[in-house]
C-alpha cells in the first residue's frame, strides 16, 4: 500500500501564488509517477499535472502550462505543485495520486486539500 498526505492548500487571491505537497509512504517503489488532480464543485475530477520518479519527465493540461510547475523529491519521497498567478477558475479540491508501475489507472489517492482563490 501507499498512503499520500497533502498539505499547502488555502485562501488567495487572484495573481497569487501557493505550493502544494504530497507525501508519500508505504510501498513508493512500486509506483512509477505522481499526479495532481483536482475537483470543482459540481464538476469531475481532472488531471492537472503528473511527473515520473525517474527522469522526471511532466505532463501538464492546457490550463495550466506556464502557471504551474510539478516536481519531486525522490529522497524525502514527496511531489510538489507550484501554482503561480493563481485565477478564481483554479478553485477546487486538489488530490495527489499515484501511478503503480505497469498500471494504467492511478490507484492511490490523497484525502485532498482544498485551494481557494477569491477574484
Known amino acids: 500500500q501507499v498512503q499520500l498526505v497533502e498539505s499547502g492548500g488555502g485562501l488567495v487571491q487572484a495573481g497569487g501564488s501557493l505550493r502544494l505537497s504530497c507525501a508519500a509512504s508505504?510501498?513508493?517503489?512500486?509506483?512509477?509517477?505522481m499526479g495532481w488532480f483536482r475537483q470543482a464543485p459540481g464538476k469531475e475530477r481532472d488531471f492537472v499535472a503528473s511527473?515520473?520518479?525517474?527522469?522526471?519527465?511532466?505532463n501538464y493540461v492546457d490550463s495550466v502550462k506556464g502557471r504551474f510547475t510539478i516536481s519531486r523529491d525522490n529522497a524525502k519521497n514527496t511531489v510538489y505543485l507550484q501554482m503561480n498567478s493563481l485565477k478564481p477558475e483554479d478553485t477546487a479540491v486538489y488530490y495527489c495520486?499515484?501511478?503503480?508501475?505497469?498500471?494504467?489507472?492511478?490507484?492511490?489517492w490523497g484525502q485532498g486539500t482544498q485551494v481557494t482563490v477569491s477574484s
Open positions: 495520486a499515484a501511478l503503480r508501475t505497469s498500471y494504467t489507472t492511478w490507484g492511490y
Open positions: 511527473i515520473t520518479w525517474s527522469g522526471g519527465s511532466t
Open positions: 508505504g510501498r513508493t517503489e512500486r509506483t512509477s509517477s
